[in-house]
């Protein structure tokens, strides 16, 4: 199943580091509503992207490929 609708999720890692996780809009199984999951690759890890926290423009590229689908 194809799904274009991505989102991103985003963790506090340490006082360094942030975690920006892509998220993927699936359906549920038992109603007609959908939900965002964390993405994963074929072999099962996460879509994740670890970024320092001050570094302001690598933070808004990592969200940005998130919500494109390309992180």
């Known amino acids: 199943m ?4 991505y989102g991103v999720r985003i963790y ?3 006082e360094d580091v942030i975690l920006v996780k ?3 809009k699936k359906p549920t199984h038992d ?3 959908a939900r965002y ?4 690759t074929s072999d099962g890890t996460h879509k994740e992207k670890h ?3 001050n ?6 590229d ?3 490929q998130a919500l494109n689908g390309r992180l």
């Open 51 to 53: 970024v320092n926290i």
């Open 62 to 64: 990592a969200v940005r």
């Open 22 to 24: 892509q998220t993927i």
């Open 37 to 40: 999951v964390v993405d994963m």
């Open 31 to 33: 109603t007609k509503s």
């Open 55 to 60: 570094d302001d423009r690598s933070i808004a």
């Open 12 to 14: 506090k890692v340490d």
């Open 2 to 5: 194809a799904n274009d609708y």
